[in-house]
């Protein structure tokens, strides 16, 4: 089992910049990837980015591409999402997410994905 929980969301006008953080924990004996889910209501849980469990790959999705960054610190057992240029298209509710095992579900497909956290709000208005 892995544990995970989100934090860092919040309200922040457009144009700001906000770094979220998923905090895990429990079975860390493999290195999973991690990635970052957004939803708002009454649509599908959208892929938005995704780090190998070493960290030294990513894949993001094409609709946030040059505005948001992955990282990950082992050590720590946390894995940011930091957001530049926020639009208020960009206001969800976030969530991480990570497989089973060690692989890397580069393709950003809930189903791929196994533990989830509870999410964190993102709101982006003036």
């Known amino acids: 089992q892995l544990q995970l929980v989100e934090s860092g969301g919040g309200l922040v006008q457009p144009g700001g910049s906000l770094e979220l953080s998923c905090a895990f924990s429990?079975?860390?004996?493999?290195?999973?990837?991690i990635g970052w889910f957004r939803q708002v209501p009454g649509k599908e849980r959208e892929g938005v980015a995704c780090i190998s469990g070493s960290g030294a790959s990513s894949t993001f999705a094409d609709s946030v591409k040059g505005r948001f960054t992955i990282s990950r610190d082992n050590a720590k057992k946390t894995v940011y999402l930091r957001i530049n240029g926020l639009k208020p298209e960009d206001t969800a509710v976030y969530f991480c997410a990570a497989p089973y095992g060690s692989w890397y579900p580069s393709q950003l497909k809930p189903s791929d994905f196994d533990y989830w956290g509870r999410g964190t709000q993102v709101t982006v208005a003036s």
């Open positions: 429990g079975d860390t004996s493999v290195d999973h990837a």
